[in-house]
């Protein structure tokens, strides 16, 4: 029996010419002309005037965002709860101090309620405004981000969208598609292995304007300073990207829309084949809103039939993951101060990410719900 996985990579059969014609032509290190066209590929599909800067991972995108917006020692920034540990340890890493966010309960994404109730109590407590909001779409679902953008702007907060596992989400405004990682003052995309395609590995920051794209260029890149020899006056980071990455990215770009309207179907394949169990919950868009469905988690009705599964699964070669673990719940970030009750808490004990790659056929989709629900009704 061969092994399903969670979510693995699916090459488009074009990377290998692309990575060749690199190499032909001799860039094959962090420049190149592979990296300007990913770069304005990713620019023409999300349909945005933002400039658009890949690096070598989504963390790095973070780091650098949060540097360019100034963030200090001692900062507090607002964050998403309920994420990978990525989404947060580039906070630790400006020693900034992070607020922790309670979940909503449809898109499982940070509660404006919630946000806006940790603004207004984090200015009474500190006398300070904190310095960034960074919202994540779960799982490639938006967040309720007209609502958060909205309450940010109303405060002046800057708000950093983590559109890491959301590249091809996207909310419906005024009849027009507005994409995840174009909300806010800037966004970041992830090109790892796990998400809905590569770069090999790399990231994307979605800057505010030219001038903000220059700065993390010239970050990203050692801040060499402008003179006839090695001059430094700032701090800078080796985050580029390899134009030989982003040749696999380009090759990538060409298929993505079909594996972002694949793994839709595979969402919905999944609550047909589980409708018999009303009992089960996904993850649901609310109206205008559409979202990769990079992974498809479903809910059970608590943690012992969640685990039962998790392991049927595995005796039977099939990867599948709890919901991401909750920052406050983590040893890492226990400390920091947290708003919420335990909706995210709730979600982590009984939510199950299931196999969701482009690659996986209709078959393999029924035949794990087939152990889903046979599972289920051994339970009973
Ligand atoms: C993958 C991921 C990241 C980090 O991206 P890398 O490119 O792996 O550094 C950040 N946030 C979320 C939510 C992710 O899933």
């Not at 399903?4 to 290190?29: F, H, M, R």
């Not at 090695?230 to 696999?248: E, R």
């Not at 719940?329 to 009750?341: D, I, K, M, R, V």
Request: net charge negative.
């Amino acid at each position: 029996m061969k092994k399903v996985y969670l979510s693995i990579a699916q090459p488009s059969g074009k990377e290998l010419a692309y990575i060749s014609e690199a190499i032909d032509s001799n860039w094959i290190t962090t420049a190149g002309p592979q990296i300007t066209q990913f770069e304005k590929a990713l620019e023409s599909y999300l349909g945005t005037p933002k400039p658009v800067v890949t690096l070598s991972s989504g963390t790095a995108a973070l780091h650098l965002a949060l540097i360019d917006l100034r963030i200090e020692p001692g900062n507090e920034i607002i964050c998403q709860d309920l994420t990978f540990v990525a989404t947060i340890n580039p906070v630790k890493y400006v020693r900034a101090i992070p607020v922790l966010v309670d979940s909503e309960k449809d898109t499982w994404n940070i509660s404006p309620d919630l946000l806006e109730e940790t603004i207004t109590d984090r200015i009474k407590k500190t006398g300070k405004k904190p310095k960034a909001i960074i919202v994540v779409d779960l799982y490639g679902m938006p967040a309720r981000l007209p609502e958060i953008i909205r309450i940010a702007a109303n405060y002046e907060i800057p708000v950093i969208e983590d559109a890491a596992e959301g590249l091809g989400s996207y909310i419906e405004i005024n009849q027009q598609q507005k994409f995840c990682s174009t909300f806010g003052d800037c966004g970041y995309l992830s090109f790892n292995g796990n998400k809905i395609i590569t770069a090999s590995t790399g990231g994307a920051l979605i800057c505010r304007d030219e001038t903000h794209a220059a700065n993390i260029r010239f970050l990203s890149g050692q801040a060499k300073d402008s003179a006839p020899h090695y001059q430094h006056s700032q701090l800078g980071y080796n985050y580029n990207l390899s134009n030989i990455c982003a040749a696999v990215g380009l090759a990538q770009m060409e298929v993505l829309q079909k594996y972002v309207d694949r793994r839709r179907e595979i969402h919905f394949r999944y609550r047909s084949e589980l409708a018999g169990h009303p009992e089960l919950e996904f993850q649901n868009e609310p109206a205008g809103y559409f979202s990769n469905y990079w992974l498809t988690c479903v809910l059970f009705p608590n943690e012992k039939l969640r685990d039962a599964v998790k392991k049927h699964l595995e005796m039977n070669q099939i990867e599948s993951r709890p919901v991401w673990k909750p920052m406050h719940l983590q040893p890492l970030y226990e400390n920091s101060p947290f708003f919420g009750t335990k909706f995210g808490e709730y979600l982590f004990t009984r939510g199950l990410c299931l196999p969701s790659s482009s690659i996986l056929s209709d078959e393999d989709i029924s035949n794990i719900a087939a152990l889903i629900n046979d599972c289920l009704e051994n339970h009973e």
